[in-house]
Structure formats: structure tokens, C-alpha cells
């Protein structure tokens, strides 16, 4: 059934007065009890309350340090909740501040070849051993092809964390500690699909700090000889 809402004003002629309106949201199949007032959003208990900057990146100023590739197939895309117009065009709330107001990294996982990939990347500070890297992701669609969590050093590019099909329909959390003798240069995340894919690969609020996780898997590269 489609039908109209319309919003009316009136006042006596001989009266001089004013309306305004603010901030209107019409959202399609979700009781107003669910949604988050987006002109005073409730922060998520999970995330911190650093400024974005190159190692903490909540992406709702931009990509902040992290830079898309330009040797691969083609870019993570910049999006909010309230553009999503399919279940599998994306999440329709980020994780940052749990509305359709915020911003997260979207992968449309619906390819026309195969061996499709879009990477981004942040320059890291080799001074430390141990660096963590943090972020929140979300897999959903009947044919998501995988996300990967790379390391490039000196020498090597190698996997350390990857993530392939459909996930939990919400966003999950991964924290990932990387030890490396090597002399590091960048962390990187690729995502993947092909012609057969349907779906999407969403993340959010990526932090990279030094030492470990502590919540964490753990990789420990080995120095190239």
C-alpha cells in the first residue's frame, strides 16, 4: 500500500507567527522504537573517544590515512546507512554511532569478472614489534566472496587474517595482533569478488596501535633469511 504523509501549518490571519522543521527521516520498515535519534546520537559502548586521525578511523570525516590502491580492479566506497536501498547493497546503520546517519567503508560484492579485488592501506611505524590492528566488519549476501587483512614488509606481502561467505547478520569484531622481525611498511584490507558473488563487505572503525591486542589472534611473521 503506498500513500502520502503530509505535513501541514496554519495560523489566524491576523496573527504574524513562524514554523520550522528539522531533521525529518521517513525509514521504510522499522518501528520507530528501533531507530536512534540521528541529531543526538548514542555512541557505541564498544568503540574509544579518539579523534579520527591516521591510526583510529571511525571514516566519518573521510578515509582519514587510508589510501585506495590504485593497482586493483576498483574502490571501497564511502557510504551511509540511509542510501542502502536493497538488503544486499549494505548495512543500514554503521557501527560508530548505530545509525543510518554514519559513515562506513562498503565493498559492493556483486562482480562481472572474476578476480575482482579493492584494497586500501595506511603507512605504518616500523619502531615497534608488535602492532594491533582493530576494526569492525560486516559479511552478508548468498554468494560473499572474502576480505583479507594483509602486511607488507620490505621483502614480502603476506595474509594474516581473512574472512570468506556470509557472516553473522550484524557487525562483528576482530582484533588482530601482528609480531614482525621484518622492517614493516604497510597494513592492508582486500576485498574480493568475482562474477558469481552477490552481496556486500562493510567495515568500520579501524584502529592500528602499537603492541598487543588484548583481545586478539595472534600472527607472528617470521624474518626472511
Known amino acids: 500500500m503506498q500513500g502520502h504523509i503530509i505535513l501541514q501549518a496554519s495560523s489566524p490571519p491576523s496573527e504574524v507567527s513562524s514554523f520550522s522543521l528539522d531533521d525529518i527521516h521517513i525509514i521504510r520498515n522499522k518501528p520507530c522504537h528501533d531507530t536512534v535519534p540521528t541529531t543526538t546520537p548514542s555512541p557505541a559502548t564498544t568503540t574509544t573517544t579518539t579523534p579520527d586521525s591516521g591510526l583510529h578511523c571511525t571514516f566519518e570525516q573521510g578515509l582519514c590515512d587510508w589510501v585506495q590502491e590504485v593497482d586493483d580492479h576498483f574502490n571501497w566506497t564511502l557510504i551511509r546507512g540511509l542510501q542502502v536501498d536493497k538488503p544486499w547493497d549494505g548495512p543500514l546503520y554503521d557501527h560508530t554511532i548505530d545509525n543510518n546517519q554514519g559513515f562506513y567503508l562498503l565493498l559492493n560484492g556483486s562482480g562481472f569478472r572474476d578476480e575482482e579485488t579493492a584494497s586500501i592501506s595506511l603507512l605504518v611505524n616500523s619502531g615497534t614489534s608488535q602492532i594491533c590492528v582493530g576494526f569492525w566488519y560486516y559479511m ?74 588484548s583481545k586478539h589472534s595472534m600472527w607472528t611473521l617470521p624474518a626472511t633469511g
Do not use: Y
Open 140 to 213: 552478508m549476501g548468498p554468494s560473499v566472496s572474502a576480505i583479507d587483512l594483509l602486511v607488507e614488509t620490505n621483502f614480502s606481502k603476506m595474509l594474516i587474517w581473512t574472512r570468506k561467505g556470509t557472516q553473522n547478520p550484524e557487525w562483528m569484531n576482530a582484533q588482530v595482533t601482528i609480531d614482525v622481525e621484518e622492517e614493516m611498511k604497510r597494513v592492508m584490507f582486500t576485498g574480493h569478488r568475482n562474477d558469481n558473488s552477490e552481496g556486500f563487505i562493510a567495515l568500520d572503525d579501524i584502529t592500528v596501535s602499537t603492541g598487543a591486542c
